[in-house]
C-alpha cells in the first residue's frame, strides 16, 4: 500500500518551444522530488499551477500527504512588505494556489513536508515573514545561495533536541545543501524552530499541535542518494502518510 502524495510544481515561460511570445506557461518539477517520494514508499502525484478551489479540493481529497516543492521568491505582498531590490521573480498565481493549498491541507491535517520555496509558503500562510535577500538583510550571513551541486551538503545546521527532527535523525548537528537567497524571518505562530545555521538562519520548523508538519530550508531530494538523514526524511514523511492513509 503506497500513500499518494501531491508535488506542488512551479512554472517557466515556454520559450523552449517557442512559446514566449504566446505567453504559455509550462508547469515542472525536478523529478528528484519524485524520485524520494517513491524511495520512500510513496506514490507521487503532481499538482499543477492552474487551480481553482473546486479542482484543488477534489485532489487534496484523494491525497494522503503533500510536498511543497521548490521554486521563486514569494510575492512580500503576501505578508505586508514592499519589494526590495534584491527580491528575484515572483509567480502570484503559484504564491495563491500554494497558500491556499496549505490552508486547506491544514483543514484535514494532512501530513505536509515543505522544502526550500516550500518552508517560506508555510510560513507565510500561518501568518509569519521572510528575508526577501539574505546578503542584504542578515548580518555577517554565511553563504546560503552555494554554486556547489545539489548533490553536495555544504554547510552545518544545529538541531534542537525537543523536537520530532531531532526523533527522525537522532543528531544535534548534521550538513546540508543550502541553496536560497530568502528565509524565514518572522515565526508564523503555531510553528517551532527545530533546526538553524550558524548564523541563525532558520533551516528547519514544525508544527507543534499538528502529527507532521516540517519545513526544512535545505533540499534532501537532491542528496537522497548519498546522505542517510535525507533518506531518514522521507521515510518518515512517507510513514505518517501511509498512517493517514490507513485512518481514512
Same mark, same amino acid.
Given at each position: ?18 512559446? =514566449? ?23 507521487? &502525484? &503532481? ?31 503576501? =505578508?505586508?512588505?514592499?519589494? &526590495?531590490?534584491? &527580491? ?34 508555510? *510560513? ?6 521572510? =528575508? ?10 554565511? *553563504? ?22 531531532? @526523533? ?38 514544525? @508544527? ?41
Amino acid at each position: 500500500m503506497r500513500p499518494l502524495i501531491g508535488i506542488t510544481c512551479s512554472r517557466v515561460m515556454g520559450g523552449a518551444w517557442g512559446l =514566449y511570445s504566446l505567453g504559455h506557461f509550462m508547469d515542472y518539477t525536478f523529478d528528484e522530488y519524485s524520485r524520494a517520494i517513491q524511495y520512500g514508499g510513496g506514490a507521487p &502525484l &503532481l499538482i499543477p499551477v492552474a487551480q481553482n478551489q473546486d479542482t484543488l479540493r477534489t485532489i487534496l481529497d484523494r491525497l494522503d500527504g503533500l510536498l511543497l516543492s521548490g521554486g521563486p521568491d514569494v510575492n512580500p505582498r503576501f =505578508y505586508g512588505e514592499q519589494p &526590495l531590490a534584491g &527580491l528575484g521573480e515572483i509567480d502570484e498565481e503559484l504564491d495563491r494556489m500554494e497558500l491556499e493549498t496549505v490552508g486547506m491541507a491544514f483543514q484535514e491535517d494532512l501530513p505536509i513536508l515543505a522544502i526550500c520555496r516550500g518552508i517560506q509558503v508555510l *510560513n507565510v500562510s500561518l501568518g509569519g515573514t521572510l =528575508y526577501q535577500d539574505i546578503p542584504a538583510q542578515v548580518q555577517e550571513s554565511i *553563504n546560503h545561495t552555494q554554486k556547489a551541486d545539489k548533490g553536495i551538503n555544504t554547510h552545518s545546521i544545529s538541531i534542537e533536541v525537543k523536537t520530532s527532527l531531532y @526523533h527522525i535523525f537522532r543528531r544535534k548537528e548534521i550538513w546540508v545543501n543550502g541553496k536560497h537567497h530568502q528565509a524565514i524571518k518572522d515565526l508564523a505562530p503555531g510553528l517551532i524552530v527545530s533546526a538553524k545555521a550558524s548564523d541563525g538562519i532558520i533551516e528547519a520548523v514544525e @508544527h507543534h499541535k499538528k502529527k507532521f508538519v516540517m519545513g526544512v530550508q535545505w533540499h534532501p531530494e537532491g542528496t537522497l542518494r548519498d546522505d542517510s538523514y535525507s533518506q531518514k526524511l522521507f521515510r518518515a514523511f512517507v510513514q505518517a502518510s501511509l498512517h493517514y492513509l490507513k485512518k481514512k
